[in-house]
């Protein structure tokens, strides 16, 4: 058993614009904490793996586009308000983003398989690696 003390802390961003921290990594399961500050604007890319977010403080909407394209061949987008207690399952490859976040957001994310696992193309490990600050505690 292993208990992650620090998952869903806040923590101000140095110098990048969110923070994602790695709490613990296993082969089925990778959990970290997001942070993002009021204001601030999610540039993630989908992922490769299932997702949950579990909202511990802050205020946001979760904007989730569909595959599935309109008449008109464009996504269908819906746009959900979040908050503490919050609770969201993210389908892998499912398009999603934060925006208006009104309060500093701070989620523990859970991925499985663990993140990364299932490879990357170039320009999302370029993102990552740019942006995303990794640190296992």
């Known amino acids: 058993m292993q208990i992650l003390r620090a998952a869903g802390h806040f923590a101000?961003?140095?110098g990048e614009?969110?923070?994602?921290?790695?709490?613990?990594?296993?082969?089925?399961?990778?959990?970290?904490t997001y942070c993002i500050p009021v204001g601030g604007k999610d540039g993630q890319e989908p992922h490769?793996?299932?997702?949950?977010?579990?909202?511990?403080?802050?205020?946001a909407k979760?904007?989730?586009?569909?595959?599935?394209?309109?008449a008109d061949g464009t996504r269908i987008s819906?746009?959900?308000?979040?908050?503490p207690g919050s609770v969201v399952h993210l389908p892998a490859r499912e398009v999603h983003h934060f925006t208006?976040?009104?309060?500093?957001?701070?989620?523990?994310?859970?991925?499985?398989p663990a993140e990364r696992s299932r490879g990357l193309d170039r320009d999302r490990d370029a993102y990552y690696s740019d942006t995303v600050i990794w640190a296992a505690e």
């Open 48 to 59: 490769t793996e299932d997702e949950i977010y579990v909202v511990v403080r802050g205020r």
């Open 62 to 70: 979760l904007v989730s586009e569909t595959a599935e394209a309109g």
């Open 78 to 83: 819906t746009e959900y308000e979040i908050g």
């Open 100 to 112: 208006e976040v009104t309060e500093d957001l701070s989620i523990v994310v859970v991925f499985a």
């Open 12 to 14: 101000v961003p140095e």
């Open 17 to 32: 614009p969110n923070q994602y921290r790695e709490h613990l990594r296993t082969a089925d399961l990778s959990v970290g």
